[in-house]
């Protein structure tokens, strides 16, 4: 199972919000790129990169940061304020290894499925945010009428194979992650689910990674506050490697 370090972005800092709310914001660093240097030295191979001045549509300069991350050892994900072909195509070509697609994969299911065809299924990921169990979009500001579970299924149809699950309610909170919602969603769907939204110890990671349905988890605050360190999270997702 991978690990995911979050680097959330925004106004060219690395911050964290609290469910989501630009008003309940904390700094983290003012130059990103020693966060990303950072997550390498201590065994990120993966990044989870978010422009969240993209997702509240505000007009901002974070690509450049992901262009300068891109010539450093590591794979990231991209997402934030991704809602077509051009945008994405953007941040591949900014070096992102995938890109994360919300408010679009709703709201146009056929663009994703366009997307898929054009991108390729490992590029593109798509992702199912939560808010008392139905999917939210717009920078988690607008709920639909959608279960994670439905939605999971019909983008699975369209070509999709990873997601990633937030219950939005725990996201920034470290309350834990809600386990049981998670695995199922990956047991329902068949989707390469990525756990996100409140992850805060080695034990969940543990339980996340021996299910055998999860493919990875976004650690945010834990590592930023120190609950977790990168390499206790990295030696607990290898609990499911001998499972079963």
Known sequence: MIVYPAIDLRGGRVVRLKEGDPNRQTIFSHNPLDTVRRWIDEGATWLHMVNLDGAFQKANQNLSILEHAAHLPVKIQFGGGLRSLDDMRQALDAGADRVVLGTIAVE????????????????????????????????????????????????????????????????????????????????????????????????????????????????????????????????ASKAGDHAG
Do not use: C
Request: negative net charge; aromatic residues 4%; hydrophobic residues 40%.
């Open 108 to 235: 146009n299911p056929d663009l994703l499925a366009l997307t898929v065809e054009q991108f390729g299924a490992e590029q593109i990921s798509v992702a199912l945010d939560a808010r008392d169990g139905k999917i939210t979009t717009h920078g988690w500001q607008s709920r639909t009428d959608l279960t994670p579970i439905e939605f999971g299924r019909d983008i699975v149809r369209r070509g999709v194979q990873h997601a990633l699950f937030t219950d939005v309610r725990r996201d920034g909170s470290l309350i834990g992650s809600n386990i049981q919602e998670t695995i199922t969603l990956g047991r329902e769907t068949g989707l390469q689910v990525i756990a996100s939204g409140g992850v805060s110890s080695a034990s969940e990671i543990q339980q996340l990674a021996r299910s055998g349905v999860v493919a990875g988890a976004i650690i945010g605050m834990a590592l930023y506050e120190a609950h977790l360190t990168l390499a206790e999270a990295l030696l």
